[in-house]
């Protein structure tokens, strides 16, 4: 069965409804592109269930291809009830492997190390961040709901990571300085449309677009999903083809900030050396040798001649054009320009 709401992700986030299984193809696809960090690496899952996680059925199967010296998995156990509730621990837990010990390339339960955690399994708990600090490349799909204190830890204890999240988080305070600072970036295998998870039984489904499998399992599709990376990859420093020449009449000028409208990235004009607007899904294409990051219309705007115009307020800051002699409100822009 299957309906259709944008809302799922706003309504997991407000009720801390986000323990979201990544499906295997959609992580074999985007890891595809990282092999070389990985050689002689420690890996951390630390928001996964390892018994359900995907995120360690990819690294454990691949550990030894992969190079990796270590694979460590946590599962958080919320006091209250068990939100893995397809399984019947009471504790929350944390699995270590190092590799295959009799040959068969498969790892199997007495190759892995199971050990309680004594608190409930929190990232941000103290045992949780010891093994933190151990690792040397974080993997996994955080709470959207932490999103912003998942990135500043992984920042404060300077890891690489590979993580999963909403597009919409590149405009987080928290996040986009980082972005603009090339400390972090898209990841290459999901740059449109949505994507399914996986998610416990008791998850309330509501209007979201959703299916439940011949066994009862019960998933959801996410749109907006991003990979959020700081480990480099080749296709980020392809140029990107400018092809469109500049005009004012297609490109015009904001009426609060000195800029000019580029309502498609795949527009961006060739000829065009002063700053523009684009929008937040640029970075899906953001080459930093080819382009600078000046800010975003949060910051950017002077909206005061638009509350002059208007004779009130309008929302938060962004950019503003005219059209038709009508004042048209854009949506967050990303403003770059070329460099020389």
Known sequence: MAKNDNSSLGRAKKQKKDEFYTRLEDIERELAHYKEHFRGKTVLCNCDDP???????????????????????????NQERDLFSQNASERAIWLEYTGDKNGNRIPDPAEIGIRYLKGDGDFRSEECIELL??????????????FREYVAQL????????????????KYKEIFPLIQANKLWMGVSIHSGDREFGVPDDYPLYAASY????NGKKYIRVKGVRWFTNLDYLSRHDEMILWKEYT????????NYDAIEVSKTSEIPKDYDGKMGVPITFLDKYNPDQFEIVGMSLELADMKP??????????GPTFYIERGGKLLRLYDRIVIRRRK
């Not at 600090?133 to 932490?146: G, H, M, R, W, Y």
């Not at 920042?155 to 590149?170: E, H, R, W």
């Not at 299916?211 to 011949?214: A, G, I, L, Q």
């Open 51 to 77: 018994r359900v996680s995907n995120f360690f059925h990819y690294f454990s199967y691949q550990f030894e291809r992969l190079g990796l010296k270590r694979l460590i998995t946590t599962c958080y156990k």
């Open 133 to 146: 600090k151990q690792a040397d490349i974080v993997v996994t799909n955080p709470p959207f709901s932490l």
């Open 155 to 170: 920042v404060k204890y300077d890891k690489k990571f590979l993580i999963i999240g909403n597009v919409n988080a590149v």
């Open 211 to 214: 299916r439940v499998d011949e």
């Open 248 to 255: 004012p009449e297609e490109y015009p000028t904001y009426l």
């Open 306 to 315: 638009i509350r002059e115009r208007l004779g009130r307020n309008d929302g």
